[in-house]
């Protein structure tokens, strides 16, 4: 019953807390509305939606959350200090691959959108088989300890949270 009104609960879950927080104000109408979109639009959306991702750990992804916010704070300010007091000289950018190991479409979509969100760092390119990530960075004195960040950082966890 629960799953013919909510197919896809986490979005749901999500949809709801976005539509409060953008109308930033708690009363019955923006309730209504977020309880109209977290059905609705999952609903409208279904068909796009071949194969539910499957979290092993739920609670975990909060954990993430946690770890990107923390980490978007951290860049922001060492991307400040790159900007405003490292000679332009002494900048070294580089493009760099990151092979991955992900289980699934929507983990690799993830990983690639929190090194996107992290201040210094893009996603160029994801590989056709889905094998590895182009990354561009900003500062890259070294690339390995880069690609190696990224891996136990955000992929390990992004496996142990998707099957």
Not at 80 to 92: D, N, R, T, W, Y
């Amino acid at each position: 019953m629960i799953r013919k009104i909510f197919p896809h609960p986490y979005l749901s879950l999500t949809l709801g807390i976005l539509w409060l927080l953008l109308v930033n104000k708690l009363a019955v109408g923006s309730l209504v509305m977020a309880t109209i979109l977290a059905i609705a639009i999952p609903h409208i959306s279904a068909a796009y939606w071949p194969a539910r991702p499957r979290l092993v750990r739920p609670f975990a992804l909060l954990g993430y959350i946690g770890i990107v916010v923390y980490d978007v704070i951290v860049s922001s300010i060492a991307v400040a200090k790159i900007i405003l007091f490292m000679p332009p000289a002494q900048i070294k950018s580089a493009f760099i691959t990151v092979p991955i190991d992900l289980p699934s479409p929507e983990a690799i979509t993830l990983l690639a959108g929190t090194i996107t969100m992290t201040p210094g760092t893009l996603t160029v390119d994801i590989a056709d088989d889905g094998r590895s990530l182009l990354i561009h960075s900003l500062h890259a004195p070294d690339e390995g300890a880069i690609r190696d960040e990224i891996k136990s950082r955000y992929e390990a966890r992004l496996k142990r949270i998707f099957a």
